[in-house]
């Protein structure tokens, strides 16, 4: 492809509406395939978009288009019974995102009469919704090539069969619930069910962790690690990181993706296009040999279960700890193995007797030894979780403090903690290093 030769992203165009939180204020923006339009736009790459949406967004949408670099806007199609608004409830990912398509088991689309030709566009991004792909297919080029980035509403894979022989490339993240269905325990079956699409690649993004290029070509895998910071918004990093991808591949796909994952980082981190594109421009300054050799945090969703996480914290059934609760579902979320020695060892009735509490010291303080990293929640200052930091730091063990209700500010628990904040995208983050640092120092 030449470098000129504009991308054709197809795909829904919705409306976006973060809910407050105490991150930040709501938020109401252009969604769906505007995230990826953004990112070209930023990337400096000429694009064109093929859309679905109502008909009160089609002159918005077209506006900001216009004025963020596309060439040419195609309405393909008006959608009936829902506003194609999207609710969004944790814009940062810590945990489920808690989307709400409003509406949407009365959506339907219909297609406008007649199609535009879409056969100048050798590059087609198609980002899967309620509309039927396949009856799109002649109205291109025998010789485009599609990209799938695979999120929703794809059953399996077998339904993108009739773009075999077409496909540049397929990509899937750990948040889509195609990948929880058939990859989330065994990626060899996964890779197995995109090769039978027969695309170049296949990118698989496993959010906080990086990602992964499987050559189908060949039997190459390439980890592109994740840069970990402040996530202001983690809603259409990976349709930026696929568009970016796709628009550079004339590169090869390796550097493709690497940048690509520049650009996502750069999304994640702000709301604002003008800066978004300004810190793109900046990042893609640095020679890829450069940008491959600062690294960053690999640790492949497959991996995570390989090692074990410690909870401290007063997981009690008689204490309130909607904190430590949110914090397990948020490392579940991202296939951690969180050990809770209170549920796995069982909870002292009180009183009790001084044999049933060296029983437990005894298994816990064995759990604890086992497990590679500790996860601590102090809520109240609950002393056990605070022994426990301390005998974590002592043999060694990365601990991650998480301090929600800013009670246990002192020296030992903040310096001994690799991470300690009272901000769970913090801890997050941190948790993801630390294992990723046991990852490759095994290796």
């Known amino acids: 492809m030449e470098k000129s030769s ?10 976006d509406f973060t809910l ?40 918005d949408a077209r506006h900001f288009l216009f004025a963020h670099g596309c060439k040419e806007f195609h309405w393909l199609g008006n959608v009936f019974g829902a506003p194609n608004v999207v609710v969004i409830g944790d814009a940062t990912e810590v945990s489920h995102q808690g989307y709400e398509d409003l509406l949407r088991e009365s959506k339907r689309i219909t297609l406008n009469e007649p199609l535009p030709s879409l056969v100048g566009y050798e590059k087609v991004i198609v980002f899967p919704g309620k509309f039927d792909v396949t009856a799109l ?15 929703y509403e794809i059953d399996d894979f077998s339904s993108l069969r009739v773009f075999r022989e077409r496909m540049d490339a397929v990509i899937i993240s750990t948040s889509s619930e195609l990948f929880v269905k058939v990859g989330k325990d065994d990626v060899d079956k996964l890779i197995n069910e995109v090769r039978m699409l027969s695309p170049a690649v296949f ?10 290029l499987f050559s189908m070509e060949g039997s190459s895998v390439e980890e592109i690690p994740a840069t970990l910071g402040d996530t202001v918004n983690s809603v259409g990093v990976g349709d930026v990181y696929t568009a970016v991808m796709v628009g550079l591949s004339y590169k090869g796909w390796g550097e493709a993706a690497w940048r690509g994952c520049q650009a996502a980082t750069a999304y994640s981190q702000t709301t604002y296009p003008d800066d978004l594109k300004r810190d793109i421009q900046r990042g893609f300054k640095l020679p890829i040999d450069v940008v491959r050799a600062l690294g960053g945090t690999a640790l492949p969703w497959h991996d995570r279960q390989k ?5 401290a914290g007063p997981d009690f059934s008689y204490f309130d700890k909607p904190e430590l609760e949110r914090a397990v579902d948020s490392l579940a979320y991202h296939n951690f193995k969180v050990r809770r020695p209170v549920q796995e060892n069982g909870e002292i009735e009180r009183p009790a007797s001084e044999a049933e509490l060296a029983r437990t010291f005894q298994m816990d303080y064995q759990l604890l030894k086992d497990c590679d990293v500790v996860f601590a929640i102090p809520l109240g200052r609950d002393p056990g979780t605070l022994v426990e930091i301390g005998m974590a730091i002592a043999l060694g063990k990365p601990v991650i403090t998480f301090d929600p209700r800013d009670e246990n500010a002192n020296t030992m628990v ?13 801890c997050l983050n941190g948790t993801f290093n630390a294992l990723a640092k046991l990852r490759a120092a095994s290796k």
């Open 20 to 59: 407050p939180s105490d991150s930040g204020p709501c938020k109401l923006r252009l969604g769906g395939i505007v995230h990826a339009a953004r990112g070209l736009w930023a990337a400096n790459l000429e694009y064109s978009v093929a859309a679905f949406c109502p008909q009160y967004v089609v002159d």
């Open 137 to 151: 297919l002649p109205l291109f080029s025998p010789d485009a090539k599609f990209t799938f980035d695979v999120a």
């Open 6 to 15: 504009p991308i054709l992203i197809l795909g829904e165009v919705v409306i």
């Open 203 to 212: 990118l698989l993004k496993e959010n906080r962790g990086g990602s992964r």
């Open 307 to 311: 090692y074990s996480i410690y909870l």
């Open 414 to 426: 903040m310096a001994g903690s690799v991470v300690y904040s009272r901000v769970l995208d913090e």
